[in-house]
């Protein structure tokens, strides 16, 4: 039973738009959302981040969105680069812990020129 | 700084043999955590450790997996009379004490194909 959501497998678009990235989840005792970024053949990069005691949390081109009562977040590249094509993870921690991390499948960006 | 340092890179094993993975965390880390990646799939935990501690092992396989992350050295990610289901990438991240709110900082990985 997936806790983590991510059903868009792919996602393709061009260079200079917005990529939005969407995530869902079920469980109302996370606290901690993370997005990662991953390259093949590299490990997870840290992007983004975003408590639930907050709706928005931005950085540079990037922005993420969280709406609590829809068990929502959402990830905004703006504007996309060419660069940013990679498979984007989304991750929810448990409230409290410093444990672990509860992975999307991931989407793959393709940002094309 | 160097990040988080995982080695070998690239394992094959036959079916039977002993894997063993390694995992150096970052410098001031000493919290560890590894995840397993099967083809098409997300991250899933297998288990965390801090210094000469389980603290998490609740989604690691019961039989033939074990972890430690000694004193001294790498954490070890050891898996014993592998099979073809053992095939995956697996990942180790690190994140420092004193924070509420850590961020996992992963290393490169370690693919392992079991023939």
């Known amino acids: 039973d997936q806790q983590v959501k991510q059903n868009s497998p792919s996602l393709s678009v061009q260079e200079g738009r917005i990529s939005i990235l969407n995530c869902d989840y079920t469980?109302?005792?996370?606290?901690?959302f993370l997005w990662y970024k991953k390259y093949p053949a590299e490990g997870p990069t840290f992007l983004i981040s975003?408590?639930?005691?907050?709706d928005k949390n931005e950085d540079g081109r990037f922005t993420v969105f969280l709406n609590k009562s829809a068990k929502h977040l959402s990830l905004h590249i703006v504007p996309s680069q060419p660069g940013d094509s990679a498979v984007y993870f989304c991750a929810a921690r448990y409230g409290g812990s410093q444990g672990n991390l509860i992975f999307g499948k991931g989407t793959k960006l393709s940002v094309k020129p | 700084n160097a990040g988080v340092m995982q080695n070998p890179r690239h394992l094959v094993r036959r079916r039977g043999q002993e894997a063993r993975l390694r995992c150096s965390p970052m410098k001031g880390h000493s919290h560890v955590y590894w995840y397993r990646q099967l083809p098409e799939e997300g991250l899933k935990f297998m288990v965390y450790?801090?210094?000469?501690?389980?603290?998490?092992e609740s989604g690691m396989p019961k039989e033939r997996f074990s972890a430690e992350f000694p004193k001294e050295g790498p954490s070890i990610l050891r898996i014993q009379q592998v099979v073809r289901g053992d095939s995956a990438a697996y990942f180790c991240?690190?994140?420092?004490?004193?924070?509420?709110?850590?961020?996992?900082?992963f290393g490169p990985g370690t693919r392992l194909t079991v023939l």
């Open positions: 991240a690190s994140s420092p004490i004193g924070q509420t709110y850590n961020e996992q900082f």
């Open positions: 975003i408590s639930s005691i907050k």
């Open positions: 469980n109302s005792m996370f606290d901690y």
């Open positions: 450790l801090q210094k000469e501690n389980i603290i998490d």
